[in-house]
């Protein structure tokens, strides 16, 4: 599956944005979806996750609240609504894919397909 990030942008502290991951060559809804997003000069996280049945969701402590995954499985499409942003949140988002929802907390080699980022700045 071919995965591909939109949405991102520059957003004032407080603001809100909607991140994008469209799905092609394959059934998006066959796997499972987590975005990911690193900041300059730090590892790249698991910021939230989705089954494929978007039944399970996973969200990293730092977002809880702010952010909601989903999914629409007729677009292909996974969505990331943040809310409530804040100048912390600035990093270059990944989505990525897998046949398998990951336990706790998701790590980056348990995903085995990746889309290009797309660049999210908070302004204070």
């Known amino acids: 599956v071919q995965l591909q990030a939109s949405g991102g942008g520059l957003v004032q502290a407080g603001g809100t944005l909607r991140l994008s991951c469209a799905g092609s060559g394959r059934t998006l809804g066959d796997y499972a979806v987590g975005w990911f997003r690193q900041a300059s000069g730090k590892e790249r996280d698991s910021v939230a996750a989705i089954s494929w049945s978007g039944g399970t969701t996973y969200y990293a402590n730092s977002v809880k609240g702010r952010f909601t995954i989903s999914r629409d499985n007729a677009k292909n499409t996974v969505y990331l609504q943040m809310n409530s942003l804040k100048p912390e949140d600035t990093a270059v988002y990944y989505c990525?894919?897998?046949?398998?929802?990951?336990?706790?907390?998701?790590?980056?080699?348990?995903?085995?397909?990746w889309g290009q980022g797309t660049q999210v700045t908070v302004s204070s």
């Open positions: 990525a894919a897998d046949m398998s929802m990951p336990n706790g907390h998701p790590h980056r080699n348990e995903f085995d397909y």
